[in-house]
Nanobody, 116 residues
Framework: QVQLVESGGGLVQPGGSLRLSCVASKSISSFNIMAWYRQAPGKPRELVAE????????YADTVKGRFTVGRDAANENILYLQMNTLKPEDTAVYYC?????????WGRGTQVTVSS
């Protein structure tokens, strides 16, 4: 049974930073794809950043240059999303996703609110 648990969300002012973590029940290198999605109220869920099995990491145009996805160097079970220069439009519930053998696993999400 794969479990994903997100943390690190909260309230931050515009221009601020947050670091989200996703703790998986097994090494994230075990998965084919690791990704962060977000869903704002009244909007569909959208892909924010992705670590594919090969090739370059993917970032949505709206976060490129501000967000960084990666594997935690100290813990192989953790995926992070470093979010800098946050904007009000980044407000959403952020979800961690892992794909293994064509099956997608999801965490329950963590709320990020960017507001002054």
């Amino acid at each position: 049974q794969v479990q994903l648990v997100e943390s690190g969300g909260g309230l931050v002012q515009p221009g601020g930073s947050l670091r989200l973590s996703c703790v998986a029940s097994k090494s994230i290198s075990s998965f084919n794809i690791m990704a962060w999605y977000r869903q704002a109220p009244g909007k569909p869920r959208e892909l924010v950043a992705e670590i594919p099995p090969t090739g370059n990491y993917y970032y949505a145009d709206t976060v490129k240059g501000r967000f960084t996805v990666g594997r935690d160097a100290a813990n192989e079970n953790i995926l992070y999303l470093q979010m800098n220069t946050l904007k009000p439009e980044d407000t959403a519930v952020y979800y961690c996703s892992a794909t293994l053998d064509m099956y997608d696993y999801w965490g329950r999400g963590t709320q990020v609110t960017v507001s002054s």
